[in-house]
């Protein structure tokens, strides 16, 4: 009896092991320089969902083993980051990406080595236009937020609109895509001035006075991170938000704008970012927002949950799939219209031609209340999924 | 009213200039007198604001005693840096001094994050500047006239030195021939120690005065030392009223780019670089190399 029971030991053991493997899932984040804020937040909650998938059991019985890199942000570094990540660590799969420009440039490489890619906060629509078989978003892009920006200031009385953006795609494209739209709403409208700083000025005083010259009643606005700090400083100083009606900033709500500014928010403008930690009031919400205080010690910023809520949404797809291939999984992901997950935000739906995913988007006016050492939404507009749908070049 | 508003811009053009001269004329007070080429200027420009943050705990009542300690303390840490690391590459190549420089970049942006954290710090506006002056009619931040004072002392301040006193002598002695100075029995290396923190000091003054302006943040350095950069070479290396004309220039022609060609403001001040290299490679107020035979 003893002869045949070892080896049978043994063989199990190899089996449980073989099955045991992880998924390996490399994520790269920006980690250092002035976005590494946005990085660390991103990195923390793929890192939260990665856990909570684990304690119950992994997927296909395996456990994810998430592999944060740095990639600076920086088109070529991404590149390298990514390429040494699918040939030496071996991961199944490529994750996260901040810029916009990174994740155009890593794209390429999922058709290279048939390793799906899911862009968790880069936003250009360029990324998802491009059709590629294994590239998926499961955040919203740019411009699905432009054109909710747009739907909401067609309702605004005001027809004087002007520009104030970083002078790069992220920027460029933002103000036409709403530009576009919001004239396709409400033809009345008019472009009384385009400011264009350099992406990580930190001086706008000539740009904030000439904008001030040409009087527009609302402005425009996709300055993000340590720009929309410093320009809302310096904006203050000169009484811009006083002569301004409306400041409408698609990004202007994430946390890594509003915690730094604390109690010098300007009030009232109208600013929304890819999720906001008090909507929706649901059991699920809160007890996200919850664990990931319990973790982390600070508030879940839009990159957050992004990054959680799509580390979940490719474990779905995985699941589904039965098998990390890649193929298997752009399937699980295309399949019955598209695959859903219920995230802290709400319902994130993959539309199968371009897999860019489709969801309700959160804005409100910034206010200030006894209860947080920083601004929060007031009066807060839910556009809805459907007005945010444009057309796409991609067929499956 | 339009009359008014050239005023007010070419005034706003003038606080980024002088913003941009406590950055850099460190750097070229550096690379003038010693030949070094600070890679990490930037970065006690940025340890200037992260020192008034946590000096002052963040809050603006401090703010003055703070920029004190903050010039004090650039004074000390520059001197202590030019002891310790600086100056063992003077009588190295040229490659040795970046490597060097650029890595104390990038141990000061690690450390900065390591106590600071990745996120901005910002610092309230000072009570005395509260409130926007009103300039013919239109409100202009009463911060920005400071800064433009701020620097206006400081120039003159430094021009004093350098040219009324026997210290101030020495250093522009040091730019042009290092042996004689040291045969006429000036004790250099001190002297090399004192430029070095002085110019320092300076960075770190410009970077804290900013902060109620802007913003702390880890990546900083780097934006600085670029802008540090552009201004010395269109000043020309090496002279204190190059960075200043530098810094003014390009401050005027930002301001003014955004009024005229807003589409194109940001081109300005590199398209004026690449004017100087084409036209001066040594810079508006720089010395061409001797000719050597």
Known sequence: MKGWFAPLLLALGLALAQSQQPIKIGALFILSGNFAGYGKSGSQGAQLAAEEINARGGVLGRPIQLIVVDDQGNPDVGVREARRLILQEKVDFLFGIDSSSVSLAVAPLTDEYKIPLVVTHAATPNLTEQCRPYVFRTSNNARMDSWAAAALAATLPVKRWANIGPDYEFGRVSWQDFITRLKQLRPDVEVVSEQWPRFGSTDYASFITALMRARPEAVFSTLWAGDMVIFARQAKQFGFFNQVKYFVNPVGAALEVLVPLGKETPEGLLVSARYWFLYPNTERNKAFVEAYRKRFGEYPSYNAQEAYAGLHMLARAIEKARSTQADAVKRAFEADGGLVYDAPEGRKRMRPEDHQVFEGLVWGYTKHTPDYPFAILERMRIVPATDTIYPTQCKR | ?293
């Open chain 2, 1 to 293: 009213m339009d009359l008014g508003f050239y005023a007010l811009q070419l005034l706003t053009g003038l606080a980024y200039a002088s913003t941009l001269f406590l950055l850099s004329v460190g750097l070229s007070l550096i690379f003038g007198a010693m030949g070094i080429v600070n890679f990490a200027h930037g970065s006690f420009y940025m340890l200037g604001a992260y020192f008034l943050y946590a000096f002052t705990r963040g809050q603006a009542d401090g703010f003055w005693g703070g920029l004190l300690l903050v010039l004090a303390t650039g004074f000390v840490i520059g001197a202590f840096v030019e002891r310790i690391f600086i100056r063992r590459v003077y009588a190295r190549p040229e490659e040795y001094q970046i490597l060097l420089t650029y890595a104390l970049l990038l141990i000061i942006e690690d450390l900065v994050r390591f106590f600071f954290g990745t996120g901005y710090r910002a610092f309230p506006m000072p009570q005395a500047f509260a409130g926007p002056l009103f300039l013919l009619g239109t409100p202009f931040p009463s911060y920005y006239l400071f800064l433009i004072g701020l620097a206006a002392v400081s120039a003159l301040l430094l021009g004093i030195f350098l040219y009324r006193t026997r210290l101030g002598a020495w250093i522009r002695a040091a730019t042009q021939d290092r042996e004689m100075l040291e045969a006429l029995g000036v004790n250099v290396p001190l002297l090399y120690t004192v430029v070095f923190g002085v110019g320092i000091a300076l960075a770190a003054l410009g970077g804290a005065a900013l902060l109620p302006m802007q913003a702390a943040t880890p990546g900083m350095a780097v934006d600085a030392v670029i802008n540090a950069f552009i201004v010395v070479v269109i000043g020309g290396l090496a002279s204190v009223w190059g960075a200043l004309l530098g810094a003014v220039l390009i401050g005027l022609v930002q301001a003014l780019g955004v009024l005229f060609l807003p589409e194109w403001a940001m081109v300005f001040p590199f398209a004026l670089m690449a004017l100087t290299l084409l036209l001066r490679p040594w810079g508006l107020l720089g010395r061409p190399p001797a000719v050597r035979t």
